[in-house]
């Protein structure tokens, strides 16, 4: 089976730099997911990580640790459309499936 | 890119009346696709794995005669809720992966059902 566990909410001034953290324990790990949900919307897929390290995409970075069972999203230069839920979500190398953490809500200020 | 089709985007019924969701993959073809479940504030929970020209694969604790998913084609999986009740209502989400990638799942817009 799968854990996931991840802090639920934080406000951040426009402009400055958030960490979302997300911990899991897998049996079989496949990868490692982030997706940004919008209240009422569906998920969107933000970054992919499968190998240790950090994956870089434009104001969105993405960490793994896979000994660690860790990995943190950051966000740069926030802006107001970043308020939004963030997920992580693990896949099991067994079934393929993803399993999703409970969401980070982030509500960004001006 | 990928991209699923799901609707209706809201719908409301009568308490015991049965709604069907549609969710299609309109560019690629999904022989599999998955059905979630999110209430208020709350993760996405897997439902049930739906397999083209096969039964779908529920999980634990998800009532096969209550949520049937049908999956006719390589493009259109159906999820039906069926004798709707109150306790029901959530927001349904459907979602694919491009056939034969380790993309990530591409998910539709999701459907609000509140049963009344």
């Known amino acids: 089976g799968q854990n996931i566990d991840q802090p639920t909410e934080m406000t951040a001034t426009e402009g400055a730099i958030v960490q979302i953290n997300c911990t899991y324990q897998?049996?079989?790990?496949?990868?490692l997911f982030w997706y940004q949900q919008h209240a009422g919307e569906a998920p969107t897929f933000l970054s992919y990580?499968?190998?240790?390290g950090l994956e870089e995409k434009g104001r969105f970075s993405s960490f793994l640790s896979r000994s660690k069972g860790y990995s943190y999203l950051l966000l740069k230069e926030l802006q107001m459309k970043d308020s939004a839920s963030y997920l992580c979500?693990?896949?099991?190398?067994?079934?393929?499936?993803?399993?999703f953490g409970k969401g980070n809500q982030v509500v960004v200020i001006p | 890119g990928a991209v699923v089709s799901q609707h209706p985007s809201w719908v409301i019924c009568k308490s015991g009346t049965s709604v069907k969701i549609e969710c299609r993959s309109l560019?690629?073809?999904?022989?599999?696709m998955f059905w979630y479940r999110q209430f208020p504030k709350q993760s996405l929970m897997l439902m049930a794995t739906?397999?083209?020209?096969?039964?779908?694969?529920?999980e634990q604790g998800v009532e096969k005669d209550k949520f049937l998913i049908n999956h006719a084609s390589l493009t259109l999986s159906t999820l039906t809720v069926t004798s709707a009740h109150p306790e029901d209502s959530s927001f349904f989400i459907c979602?694919?992966?491009?056939?034969?990638?380790?993309?990530?799942?591409?998910f539709g817009n999701g459907t609000r059902l509140t049963v009344t």
């Open positions: 979602s694919a992966r491009v056939r034969g990638g380790t993309s990530p799942l591409h």
């Open positions: 990580n499968v190998l240790d």
């Open positions: 739906s397999n083209e020209g096969s039964k779908a694969t529920y």
């Open positions: 897998t049996s079989g790990f496949n990868g």
């Open positions: 560019d690629f073809q999904a022989t599999t």
């Open positions: 979500a693990v896949r099991d190398r067994g079934n393929n499936r993803l399993a």
